[in-house]
T-cell receptor
């Protein structure tokens, strides 16, 4: 099976812009979670989607949003980018039978200038 | 919120030595997971633990779910150079915490040949 894929792998934006990141889960996986990874804060949970519904959300401002499509692919959007949004954004998918076992993609490295 | 304390923060060992790292939580988790992350990549799932007291092996790796459900440890036996990387523990409390893993700060492992 192909693993979790994320596009793009690298992105450079300027403050005030918005960005959309994409995640394709492992085939058959219906849950997709998003995390932000920074040197200072580590891995922080953003939100989780299952069957096109957001079931859980972390403590991030409303500028961070996401959605899931009927084929389980997911996107996250960050509006009005700030310098502090520079991070590695990771998505992870899990199967219904073992939803706590999350499999991560390679991440999207976002740099905000 | 929940926090995981992972120790040690870093380890420098000789090839062939055994390694031990652990994670403690202020609250109970229903699932403990251990991941390894290489530079520029997403975390890779090593071991998942679901029951208090459970001891699980994956090759040279052994992990245990603490009896109090507030801790877990990971042992690596006979380390080799490719064990180099950052190891993360992660916990999931269960209930309605869908898709949300809480991560430790990571242990940076360096193996000298």
């Amino acid at each position: 099976k192909a693993g979790v894929t994320q596009t793009p792998r690298y992105l450079i934006k300027t403050r005030g812009q918005q960005v959309t990141l994409s995640c394709s889960p492992i085939s058959g996986h219906r849950s997709v979670s998003w995390y932000q990874q920074t040197p200072g804060q580590g891995l922080q949970f953003l939100f989780e989607y299952f069957s096109e519904t957001q079931r859980n959300k972390g403590n991030f401002p409303g500028r961070f949003s996401g959605r899931q499509f009927s084929n389980s692919r997911s996107e996250m959007n960050v509006s009005t980018l700030e310098l502090g949004d520079s991070a590695l954004y990771l998505c992870a998918s899990s199967a219904p039978s073992s939803y706590n076992e999350q499999f991560f993609g390679p991440g999207t490295r976002l740099t905000v200038l | 919120g929940q926090q995981l304390n992972q120790s040690p923060q870093s380890m420098f060992i000789q090839e062939g030595e055994d390694v031990s790292m652990n994670c403690t939580s202020s609250s109970i988790f229903n699932t403990w997971l251990w991941y390894k992350q290489d530079p520029g990549e997403g975390p890779v799932l090593l071991i998942a633990l679901y029951k208090a007291g459970e001891l699980t092996s994956n090759g040279r790796l052994t992990a245990q779910f603490g009896i109090t459900r507030k801790d877990s440890f990971l042992n690596i036996s006979a380390s080799i150079p490719s064990d180099v990387g950052i190891y993360f523990c992660a916990g999931q409390p269960g209930g309605t915490s869908y898709g949300k893993l809480t991560f430790g700060q990571g242990t940076i492992l360096t193996v000298h040949p």
